[in-house]
């Protein structure tokens, strides 16, 4: 192995590979290594300036190493940027310090230069590559040694009921409801990222943790050493990036549905909320407003005068958002243009096609600046220009009609080597533009992230799921773990996407626990996919707004006059939190502290919290205990240090105690601390 010692910047060279780790910000290494001849200068998710540290870095040759001899006896290097130490020795295992004390190491177990003391005859490295035949690619598997009783968190939104990843595989892809964010966060006080963009799968095994990636050029990751989670989680967004503010005019109630077909609808929806004396902050326009995908305009049989709808939203104080896909239909007047000008996904083998649904369809690539300044032009023109507000990126992993990622290929390359920031550049269409030429305040809906997208104004919402209880926990656990991965404008369909029968009491239960937690969460948001599906088209067209189906209405008043009830006494508490939210917000912005936030988060030192996945904190102020089953009306609930008031009934408890609570369909649990 040679050492040398670059600026600051510790360079590790053996059997063709480069290894480079350096300083990137407070108590924080990058950690790069490559079989090609240089790195490739991506820096991906670390897109902010760090605060310039430079590392200390010694070098030890054969016999001058004083420490443990399987660190250093045949040579070694030290690397120290404040808490934070790596060192590495020989034959290029990492091992990884806080304050002098291991918490993450390589693992190895070959011949010459192990440090375990386990056998050494299974020729199983640290780091291997294989080379992606014909191409530049490798593929990587990273291996670190377990630590035994490490509890992880983060990595983004994974449809399960862990929140606790520790002994879970991951893929790490991008699809439906599954959003790949690969920051981690470890209870042993350090944070990883996982700097690379490809497709590939993560193992938080009890023998090892293995990273793969199916082709890439380079390993990156990003770690980071701190006393908190919020400590932590301020690294971390100090080098990918802080969301932006969020507007105060949308910190209440959207409504949305499956979906409104006409101008006419929407207006007549808007125009009830405010008879009711209910002010909603933005009306979604659904999918299917359109011509054919890739129009990016509205049917102008059903939608006869956007700018005057619009206006009249605006007249209400409602903003009002349109949902655009990234797919491009052979039908559409944009496609062959598109094709042409090479904006559009390539496919490796077979027919040019990337999506199915209601059309023969090719999805766009926007990692082409070209791409993305065409689709901007067309859905200013169409939409913009009347007045929207914002966009609605939906099917934004993008949406395949069959994941076979080694299929595809985008202007940066191929699907396998970059395909989870797909989402990112996507919302990049819009916020890139809207940024400069609005008011400074972006805010699109995205069902997919990438890390540092908390920083291109994406809500994200956790994409086309169940409506059942089962999935409304699991919403949870991936809420608190997209939070914990930076991502904190997080929100969920109110109620499940898919309903076979809104008129079924045990879906309206369900409803009613779903819309009581996202009154406790980032963004208020009704949505879903409501059944039957008894409601007859408005036309007999092969296309455009009118032949595809609706779902049933999704308005407050729409479940009957009890559930009305409580959903407008939970609408009025949602509202009275309006000055808290905005702090919560605030804080998003300032240190990257998400909204809904893990028990652990707040109180760390109670290793009870660590436990705890069925119960939050809504911010530092509110203790939130959903309900997650049918017919449940009490629950237990765990109070850490501190004296607590019970909503209900305004007892107060003091803390570091078990209860159970009464939950009344009327009411979900929750304790104020004071």
């Not at 209400?316 to 949902?323: A, H, Y």
Request: aromatic share 14%; proline share 4%; charged share 25%.
């Amino acid at each position: 192995m040679e050492f040398l010692n670059e600026n600051g910047a510790l360079i590790c060279m053996r059997q063709g590979e480069t290894l480079r780790i350096e300083a990137w910000g407070k108590d924080s290494f990058r950690i790069r290594a490559t079989m090609l001849h240089e790195f490739t200068g991506n820096n991906w998710a670390l897109t902010e300036k760090t605060d310039g540290s430079v590392a200390d870095v010694k070098i030890y040759e054969k016999g001058e190493w004083d420490g443990d001899p399987l660190l250093g006896a045949e040579g070694c290097a030290v690397i120290t940027n404040g808490r934070i130490k790596a060192i590495v020795n020989w034959v290029g295992i990492i091992s990884l310090y806080k304050d002098d004390e291991l918490f993450l190491r390589e693992y190895y177990r070959s011949y010459g230069g192990t440090i375990s003391k386990e056998s050494r005859c299974l020729k199983t490295i640290n780091r291997e590559w294989k080379g992606v035949i014909g191409g530049s690619e490798f593929s990587l598997n990273l291996k670190f040694e377990s630590n035994d009783g490490e509890k992880l968190f983060g990595m983004g939104q994974y449809q399960q009921p862990y929140m606790n990843l520790k002994g879970t595989s991951l893929e790490l892809a991008q699809r439906n409801s599954q959003i790949s964010v690969p920051f981690l966060l470890s209870n042993l006080g350090y944070g990883l990222l996982w700097n690379n963009p490809g497709v590939g799968n993560v193992s938080f095994a009890k023998n090892y943790t293995e990273w793969t990636m199916k082709a890439t050029k380079e390993m990156d990751y990003w770690v980071t050493v701190a006393d908190t989670p919020k400590a932590i989680l301020a690294n971390y967004t100090n080098v990918s990036g802080h969301a932006p503010k969020f507007p105060e005019d949308l910190m209440g109630l959207w409504q949305c549905k499956l979906r409104y077909r006409t101008q006419e609808e929407v207006l007549s929806v808007a125009r009830q909320y405010q008879k009711e004396g209910i002010k909603i902050d933005q009306i979604v326009i659904d999918f299917f407003h359109w011509t054919v995908q890739g129009d990016w305009k509205f049917d102008k049989k059903y939608w006869p005068d956007p700018k005057a709808m619009v206006d009249e939203l605006h007249s209400m104080g409602i903003k009002v958002i349109v949902s655009v896909w990234p797919s491009v239909d052979r039908k559409s007047e944009n496609f062959y243009p598109m094709m042409e000008k090479g904006l559009l996904i390539k496919t490796e083998r077979g027919a040019a096609q990337t999506y199915d649904y209601q059309g023969d369809c090719v999805e766009i690539d926007p990692f082409n600046p070209k791409t993305r300044e065409y689709v901007w032009e067309v859905c200013k023109k169409n939409y913009y220009d009347f007045g929207i507000d914002a966009f609605w990126l939906d099917n934004s992993e993008p949406d395949y009609g069959v994941y076979d990622f080694e299929n595809y290929r985008y202007f940066a390359g191929p699907a396998l080597e970059v395909s989870n920031i797909y989402p990112q550049m996507y919302s990049r269409v819009f916020y890139d533009k809207m940024s400069k030429i609005g008011d400074g305040t972006v805010v699109n809906l995205l069902r997919c992230a990438w890390a540092g997208s908390q920083k291109y104004g994406n809500v994200v919402w956790s994409g086309d799921i169940p409506s059942t209880f089962e999935s409304f926990k699991d919403q949870l656990q991936a809420g608190l773990n997209m939070g914990i991965a930076g991502i904190p404008w997080w929100t969920t369909d109110i109620g499940g996407f898919m309903t076979d029968d809104v008129n079924d009491p045990d879906f309206r239960q369900l409803l009613i626990r779903w819309y009581q937690f996202a009154v406790y969460s980032a963004v208020l948001r009704m949505h879903g996919d409501r059944g039957p599906y008894d409601i007859p088209p408005l036309d007999d067209r092969d296309f455009g707004g009118g032949y595809l189906h609706t779902g049933q209405p999704n308005e407050l008043w729409s479940y009957g006059e009890e559930n009305y009830k409580i959903m407008k006494k939970y609408y009025d508490i949602r509202i009275s939190m309006h000055d808290y939210i905005k702090k919560l917000y605030d804080e998003a912005s300032g240190n990257g502290s998400p909204l809904i936030r893990t028990m652990f988060y707040e109180f760390p030192n109670d290793p009870k919290c660590w436990e705890l996945d069925d119960q939050y904190m809504f911010g530092d102020k509110y203790l939130v205990a959903p309900i997650f089953e049918l017919n449940s009306f009490e629950r237990e609930v765990y109070l850490p240090t501190g004296k607590w008031k019970l909503t209900s009934t305004g007892q107060v408890y003091d803390g570091k105690l078990k209860l159970k609570v009464d939950a009344p369909i009327d009411y979900m649990p929750v304790f104020e601390k004071i």
